[in-house]
């Protein structure tokens, strides 16, 4: 499927900085779910050192597309609107990490209606003119970052099961007190009505 967008023009920096925005595709656990995470991550902390992800700030990426005009969101949520997506449960079952950046938890097995929605997300958005980049798919979530030394590899002793049945186009603006998320809109069982026109800004909790 292709959408047309009306150009921008060019940019003044001025405006770059105002209209610019970090944008990306995700699944946002609901709060009791978060807190179950948070809750791991306290007991891996101690074997890696480094520091908690806090809950509102956790997220499973599907895409990820960067800084990119405001401008733009409108086209994003055309796109992603029609997409087929069937819910699915995610079980996160292990741990590890990205050496010392960030550590994860994850999925034993990635389930197949997490791949299709992947695919499908990638090869829209880059047949639209937007850059994702196509690299075999590592379902994660980041709970800590800046490590002291990395995470060793692990099996949960309880896995969490998370039922997907929404995902979002997420903002990510930086703050004087770190990162902020805004879901610009919803896709999927909390489709937002709106989502092939317009946007729907709500910060996560």
Known sequence: MIVQSTPAGPLTASTARETEMRLFFAATPPPPLSAALCAVSQTLLPQSGGRQVPPRLIHLTLAFLGEMPSARVPVLNAL??????????????????????????????????????????????????????????????????????????QALAEPLDWYIDHYALVASTLTPHGPRYKIMCRFGRLQDQNSESGTVQQPLP
Do not use: K
């Not at 695919?119 to 379902?139: D, I, P, W």
């Open 80 to 153: 992603a609107a029609p997409l087929p997506f069937i819910p699915f449960t995610l079980t996160l079952s292990r741990a590890g990490s990205f050496s010392t950046r960030a550590g994860w938890l994850a999925p034993s097995q990635t389930p197949a209606e997490l791949r299709q929605l992947v695919e499908v997300l990638t090869s829209t958005l880059n047949g639209n003119g937007f850059h994702v980049e196509q690299r075999a798919y590592r379902a994660h979530l980041t709970v800590l970052r800046s490590l002291q030394q990395p995470l060793p590899a």
